[in-house]
């Protein structure tokens, strides 16, 4: 999942001049191949990894559950895999794009799946849930200051996006913040990091000076961090900013292989960048407090034109983001109105 374009002017270094086209991989280091699967929304592609691991392979993170992504990866196995065995199905985190393909992955290869226990549930959630209309998102729209209307368009974009998960890996292998995992013989540590995802993981290779960020450090975009209906009190900006500080402590020249974009050097520059967007867009949201509004009200001045390409969900998700940070900040109160909507206002 993701959010728009960040304006910023990107002072990292693109590690690779082309990109993989459909159902290939180039390597981007010895032993790891990039490949891009296709995905149907304005992002267009995901980034998985062919990770060389004990005479077969291992697979970071699979792309969508469709055709073009199971075309994909047969002529990957047909043509880099051939016979060798595929021993782990391995997870950045549980958005769709990342694991839609999991259990497909898992039956073809009969390999395992290894992932954190958060980001398995949460996508095993979301597949069970599939079709449902919770009152409880009635209610946080209506809290959030909505019409009937975006209930609508929340349904219609959860559908969209719901057919491209597939089954899910009914077991999983659990990794941990902090544990390594071994990949022909290296040991890639687990980082977990919060915000985008509750649980997502990076794996660092310190030897090798490469990390696996997935959609935390993305180069050209910021990963969507977004307030759902099932937690509306949460603050995931506050842990997608602190895991950003986390990451800081590692080195600064490390080869980052993202989620999306292209692999790219100049990790701190990116974290400080992300974290300077995130400043600007706290700043404006509160600016836009001076006047006491709702957060519907704030999202549709914040992404104006959000709403019209479909992308309102994300809109008003990402808004309560800063807005919630901001009241745990202390410098925005929220009020609720005779009707039930939270009003907010600089505090
Ligand atoms: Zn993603």
Redesign the pocket.
């Known amino acids: 999942?993701?959010i728009e374009m960040n304006a910023s002017i990107n002072r990292i270094q693109t590690a690779f001049a082309g990109i993989p086209s459909p159902g290939k991989v180039q390597e981007v280091a010895p032993g790891i191949g990039w490949v891009r699967m296709p995905l149907p929304f304005a992002?267009s592609h995901?980034n998985c990894w062919l990770m060389a691991d004990s005479g077969g392979w291992s697979i970071v993170d699979c792309g969508i559950n469709d055709s073009e992504t199971g075309l994909s990866w047969n002529r990957i196995a047909e043509e880099v895999i051939g016979n060798a065995p595929v021993h782990r199905i391995i997870a950045t985190?549980g958005?769709t794009?990342?694991v839609g393909a999991a259990g497909f992955l898992c039956d073809t290869f009969q390999a395992g799946f290894t992932s954190t226990l958060v980001e398995w549930q949460s996508a095993c959630l979301r597949l069970g849930n599939h079709g449902e209309r919770p009152v409880e998102l009635a209610r946080f729209l209506r809290i959030a200051g909505c019409g009937p209307e975006m209930e609508e368009a929340f349904a219609t974009e959860r559908t969209r996006v719901a057919r491209y998960l597939g089954r899910l890996p009914g077991a999983i292998r659990r990794i941990r913040d902090g544990q390594s995992i071994t990949l022909d013989g290296e040991e890639w540590r687990v980082i977990v990091t919060r915000g985008h995802a509750d649980e997502h993981a990076c794996f660092y290779n310190e030897a090798r000076r490469i990390i696996i960020a997935?959609?935390q450090v993305l180069p050209s975009i910021t990963?969507l961090v977004s307030v759902f209906h099932w937690a509306p009190e949460e603050n995931p900006l506050g842990d997608f900013l602190a895991s950003l500080q986390n990451l800081l402590a590692l080195p600064d020249d490390l080869l980052v292989l993202p989620?999306?974009g292209s692999p790219f050097y100049g990790l701190h520059h990116r974290i400080h960048a992300m974290v300077e967007h995130h400043q600007r867009r706290l700043a404006a949201t509160l600016e836009l407090m001076r006047v006491p509004a709702t957060a519907f009200e704030i999202s549709n001045l914040l992404f104006p034109t959000a709403r019209g390409k479909g992308q309102g969900r994300l809109a008003l998700g990402e808004t309560l983001a800063h807005i919630n940070h901001l009241v745990t900040l202390g410098e925005a109160i929220c009020e609720a109105a005779a009707d039930g909507r939270r009003i907010y206002r600089f505090n």
């Open positions: 999942m993701w992002l995901v985190h958005h794009d990342h997935g959609d990963p989620g999306h």
